[in-house]
């Protein structure tokens, strides 16, 4: 292990997912990288957000959490054997959740880290009775708060850059991202309102580029069928690339997902479509250009409403 000398401490920050939680978590994770200015901060997350993480600046190493099945005990001995080798001095738990919490008792019979979390018997326990009924970025502007740590800002995506040439996107593009939970239908905005959302977007000089997982990828080429300058770049960038094509595009439209996190923290003006599947008090895209959307159902919303919320002639 790595000698940081007498005073150099070891901090443990733990952020498994998911994207959107990941996006912003990373405004406490610089307030963490701040307070512990001189120390060594090591970043647990999952494969998905490895890169991204490191990419933002907020740590000097990120480590990969293999989130070991209940059953499978030579995992469990090996995450314990990671945690317990990192001599760490605090962990301040970001996920917050019984799997996140379950790692504290992986440091038994000790010694035991300060922990910052909501783990029964951790030294910082965030007990706030409402801290689920709290937006996240208050959640966990509070907890830290408890830890010691009371300057929380919003995430900032400008260290986040990368070469997206590949892509071939035009000078003037929005994002479209309408992919979410593939087990949250109702979150979903439904896709003939934005296949008519592309057409409308072909006649203002703004070419609609759609975005999304490789899983995402039919449903993005179906949207821009018979469209005359929609993209389809959905399977085809890194986080890191799509932090880049957000930060420049004109503006994004998209279901509460990750991505739209991504383009409200990019500071581009997002227009957000939610129904009652999810709560803009506990979730909402945070940033000066957000507008939420929302309807009881997304079948309610027509696209007439949304393209008058867009930043273009003949919009708002």
């Not at 060594?40 to 000097?60: K, M, S, W, Y």
Request: hydrophobic share 40%; net charge positive; aromatic share 6%.
């Amino acid at each position: 292990m790595q000698n940081l000398g007498h005073d150099r401490k070891r901090i443990l920050v733990i952020k498994l997912g998911a994207l959107g939680d990941v996006i912003q978590a990373l405004g406490p994770m610089a307030a963490i990288r701040r307070h512990h200015a001189g120390d060594h901060i090591t970043v647990l997350t999952t494969e998905p957000f490895r890169a991204l993480i490191a990419a933002a600046g907020v740590a000097d190493e990120v480590i990969v959490d293999a989130r070991p099945r209940f059953a499978d005990f030579g995992k469990w001995l090996a995450l314990r054997r990671t945690l317990r080798a990192g001599n760490y001095a605090r962990v301040y738990d970001l996920q917050t959740s019984d799997r996140s919490s379950s790692y504290f008792r992986l440091f038994w019979p000790g010694p035991k880290p300060e922990w910052s979390g909501i783990a029964a018997g951790c030294s910082h326990r965030h007990a706030n009775p409402k801290r689920d009924f709290m937006h996240t970025v208050e959640r966990q502007a509070e907890q830290l708060a408890v830890a010691g740590i009371e300057d929380v800002a919003l995430s900032d995506l400008g260290p986040i850059v990368n070469d997206i040439s590949h892509l071939k996107l035009p000078p003037r593009y929005c994002l479209i991202a309408p992919g979410g939970a593939e087990h949250r239908l109702a979150k979903r905005w439904p896709r003939d309102r934005y296949r008519d959302l592309i057409r409308k977007l072909d006649g203002t000089g703004i070419c609609p580029v759609v975005c999304g997982t490789a899983s995402e990828r039919p449903l993005a080429e179906a949207l821009i069928e018979g469209s005359i300058t929609a993209m389809n770049i959905a399977g085809e960038t890194s986080l890191i690339d799509l932090v880049t094509a957000a930060k420049r595009a004109i503006f994004a439209v998209g279901n509460d997902n990750g991505t739209m996190h991504i383009a409200a923290y990019a500071g581009i003006p997002s227009i957000v479509l939610y129904s009652h599947a999810s709560d803009p008090a506990l979730c909402a895209q945070r940033g000066a250009g957000v507008t939420i959307l929302r309807h009881q159902s997304l079948q309610e919303l027509g696209v007439e409403e949304v393209y008058a919320a867009l930043p273009i002639s003949g919009g708002s």
